[in-house]
């Protein structure tokens, strides 16, 4: 009740002008969601990369993405480099700065700042703020993607993407601590397209406007459904030997908030012999490197897999057996929209930024 409170005169605050906002200084794309972990906003961000990308509005401009860069040891604004580590910038900043080279992805606590920086690098070079800031090499940014920023009230983007997960819909769920709400369910009326995320592959006309109805869509709002794709397996380290991936058996770690869809994909090919649960976001000591390699050698023959997400995290520990080295691969995920329909759709959503740019 307390945590609704607050939440409820927080909002008040910004809602009524009592506490300012300021829009971003260039176009924004808020990527965000109303519950704790688990809804695929890295997977997304990425889907809307890919989609600025390919398209004629934004392919030629220079794209951002900002984050905070969630449990990461560095300070202050840093432009995430591709051979810089998880623990400096975050897995999944770096997750996405190594699949997107020509996109600058850079981690700033305060998203005014970090916006103010990449929207005038120059700034980088004088301002006492940046001297932390090992990168200065930043192109002016055209289009910023903002990961994880629908809560922070301060910075308003031009288009809010709110994400649901298909297994854990808002209307069914509390707010914290009773549930996994992280903010009132009623703040997802300000969103401009609504994603349901982690769908089954198809999902009938009947189904659709339930759920419609569960988010109490307004007219001027979107809704849209999304669903994941696994890719092959990939090595972790250059010296994984492919055959291990041929094995009926596997070794599954991971820290993620919800890894029931890969425990599926993954036991429809693989026996999982053994699970080793780690916490969101989890930090990979030796320890667990050894409680790793000690499982997987009850199995010798068994394949070691992880997420790409865990994958960043692993490659900041030095001590790995180069035994266990030989097994460890990971499982590329990406999301796609479930009808070319709703990518068309979602393609115009990003074209009409531009257009009111203008």
Known sequence: ????????????????????????????ICVGNVSVGGT???????????????????????????????KRSSKGFQKVTRDGTAAFFGDEPLQIAKKFPSVTVAVDKDRIEGCRFLTEPELLQTDKKARRCLDKDVPKTDI???????????LRANLNIVLIDYNRPVHKDRLLPWG????????MKKADVIVVTKCPAYMDDWER????????????????????????????????????????????????????????????????????????????SNADVRAIAS??????????????????????????????????????????????????????VLSRIRREQY
């Open 180 to 187: 996994r709400l992280r903010d009132l369910p009623s703040r």
């Open 40 to 70: 695929g906003k890295t997977p997304f961000t990425e889907l809307i990369l890919r989609e600025l990308l390919k398209s004629d509005d934004w392919a030629y401009s220079n794209i951002a993405v900002l984050s905070r860069g969630y």
């Open 295 to 348: 499982a997987s050698e009850h199995f010798p023959t068994a394949c070691v897999v992880t997420t790409e997400k865990d994958a960043q995290r692993v490659l900041d520990v030095k001590k790995i057996p180069a035994r266990l080295k030989e097994r460890m691969f990971y499982i590329p995920v990406e999301t796609m929209f479930l009808t070319p329909e709703e990518e068309a759709e979602f393609t115009s």
């Open 1 to 28: 009740m307390f945590y609704g409170l607050a939440l409820s005169i927080r909002h008040l605050f910004y809602d009524k002008g009592w506490k300012k906002s300021f829009p971003t200084p260039v176009p924004g």
């Open 209 to 284: 406007e339930n759920w419609k109805q569960y988010v109490n869509l307004r007219p001027e709002q979107t809704l849209l459904f999304s669903t994941i794709k696994y890719g092959e397996m990939k090595p972790l380290f250059p010296e994984a030997d492919s055959r291990y991936t041929y094995s009926s058996r596997l070794v599954l770690f991971d820290g993620i908030a919800n890894d029931a869809p890969l425990r599926s994909f993954l036991s429809d090919k693989y026996k999982i012999v053994k699970k080793l649960q780690f916490p969101d976001h989890h930090k990979y």
């Open 144 to 154: 910023v993607v903002l990961d994880d920023a629908f809560q922070y009230r301060r």
